[in-house]
């Protein structure tokens, strides 16, 4: 399966501290936005990632991300020149998808709960249909929204209704199979001029091929792209990090996890972060992982799978 970030936009709602910087690098804590999205892909398996962005903003992914070398993935890029909706990011990734399915993820997107990387792996084996992600929300009308009948299968979706006919949100995280491309290029520009995701579901919906996913209380979903929610992530980033040690979304965390790098190559980006809290996280991490094995056998480590 194959990844996509859309890390492009305007960033509109968090201006003017967006007007110099594409939204997705605004620091969440201690480190840059994209990281929490990419860290969702990078969980569900997935080593070869596409970062759509704009013609301004993509060299500044460039130059903070590279090619994904340093820990062990693929990293590509690709420019939307102008914001035409989330489904345009397959049309755009169309050659980079190829004949493989996909996971698509906004870049102002934050999940971390426990069971989630599970969740994760398991709609990364999808190879027909799609798969969403719902969470009950006090304020749907923000949002896409899901209407689910007794049996937990969708019946009906609606994009930012005025009266919502469920509280459940469909969130910025999404699996599909290998017709997404053919779907996505299918569909009439809304009246924003945008190609929707709703009406790429819905398209999925229609054929009955579309399963949705509800996130327990025990899982986090947190949208970035406002003031109030970002400073919201950061603060709930923050308690994590100083209540329970852990840094959720750190990409070189999950790739030495998943063997993708090892223990030297950790220590080389540590090293690199030397002086700050997230270096001397990094560079701990084989005590933590040693110390946990020891004490507890080698199952302790299967349930500290980060985000």
């Not at 910087?21 to 990281?35: A, E, G, N, R, T």
């Amino acid at each position: 399966m194959r990844g996509i970030v859309l890390a492009g936009g305007t960033g509109s709602r968090l201006w003017p501290a967006t007007f110099a910087v594409s939204k997705q690098l605004v620091p969440v804590y201690d480190k840059p936005m994209v990281y929490y999205p990419l860290s969702v892909l990078l969980l569900s398996g997935i080593k070869d990632i596409l970062i759509i962005s704009t013609p301004l903003d993509t060299p500044a992914y460039q130059r903070l991300l590279a090619d994904g070398g340093q820990w062990g993935i693929s990293l590509s890029y690709a420019v939307q020149a102008t914001p035409e909706g989330i489904a345009d990011a397959f049309v755009i990734g169309s050659e980079f998808i190829g004949n493989h399915s996909c996971a698509l993820t906004l870049g102002d997107n934050l999940f971390h709960g426990a069971g989630l990387t599970e969740i994760l792996c398991k709609a990364s084996t999808l190879k027909k249909g799609a798969q969403i992600f719902a969470c009950r929300v006090d304020d749907p009308c923000r949002y896409g929204v899901v209407t689910l009948d007794k049996n937990g299968k969708a019946v009906d979706l609606e994009e930012k209704p005025v009266e919502p006919k469920s509280g459940y949100a469909v969130t910025g995280l999404y699996f599909y199979d290998n017709t997404v491309v053919g779907r996505a290029r299918s569909l009439n520009p809304s009246e924003r001029n945008e190609l929707e995701i709703t009406d790429l579901n819905r398209t999925y919906l229609d054929d009955d091929a579309l399963r949705v996913e509800v996130l327990g209380q025990d899982v986090a979903w947190l949208d970035m792209g406002a003031p109030d929610s970002l400073m919201e992530a950061a603060r709930y980033v923050e308690a994590l990090v100083k209540n329970q040690g852990t840094r959720p979304g750190c990409p070189e965390e999950i790739c030495w996890r998943m063997g993708h790098i090892d223990d030297q190559q950790l220590e080389k980006l540590a090293d690199e972060l030397q002086g700050t809290g997230y270096g001397r996280y990094l560079a701990g991490l084989p005590d933590r992982k040693t110390a946990a094995t020891a004490s507890s056998g080698p199952d302790a480590v299967r349930g500290n799978r980060p985000l």
